[in-house]
């Protein structure tokens, strides 16, 4: 019974949704032809590659040199002056946040973004952003949550997970309020631009050429940018790609997925607060 019952979920979220998905995209292909679709995804892609390398040379708040060589390259020195006097501000941990998810938005967000919008001229909501119909699907996010959550609460125990989280180092005798909570929607925002461009932009905008295959080629990157974490989650981040992928390709929108793992992350600082003896 139970055997008969995962076949039936794995046929209803995966089966269906990649016979689906590669239906789709042989009909594109005949419709729109090879040529235009390929220099879509090219496209696509060529942007996902600039968007990673502006948030890695540009969002790292520690660095600054490619900051100064842009501006003097553009003859606007004081835009790196005014960068790096925010950075190294009284407010300069708290600012080091804001700024490396200002950068994220932007290339997660922004840039993606105004390519759909000015130069592949279609609506974003083709690209994950549909809201439409899709609270009838949230039962699957949710069951989501529930398998992850024990793993996350087990993992808070260790060493290297207070290590990480949360993010925003809370000095001892320093107030969450304003600053901590502050940051956690900023945190929040973040997870929206990564879901908008791994699983909208990314995996939407390379459908139509590749069908369900596409969800691998945006697993790759996603699983890049978590080399700098624990182990575990980076390897989690291969399973997680390709269900949120999935799951998106499924209902056409990625933000059930943005709310899950926001709820995933503000978790793991609250338990690491938790543990710390500061909630």
Known sequence: MRSATLAALWRTAVTETAERTDADSREALERIGVRRLDREAGLVLLTAVLCLIFIHFFGRPGYLEDWR?????????????WVQGYLFSPEAKFHARVFWA???????????????????????????????GILPHGWWYLAMLVLIAPAVVIASFTAQFQATYPFYRVDPGERLWPNFWIWEL????????????????LLHGLKRRMGFAAIWVSVVPYTMIHFEKPFAECLGAIVAG??????????????????IHTAVAWGMDLLSLGHQGRL
């Open 186 to 201: 900023l945190y929040a925002s973040q997870f929206v631009g990564i879901e908008f461009f791994f699983r909208g932009f």
């Open 242 to 259: 390709l269900v949120l992928g999935t799951l998106s390709l499924k209902t056409g929108s990625m933000w059930w997925g943005a709310a």
């Open 102 to 132: 200002v950068t994220r938005a932007i290339g997660f967000l922004l840039m993606p973004g105004l390519v759909i919008l000015l130069v592949l001229r279609r609506p974003l909501v083709d690209y994950g952003l549909r809201v439409r």
């Open 69 to 81: 060589r842009v501006s003097g390259t553009l003859h606007l020195p004081g835009v790196a002056a």
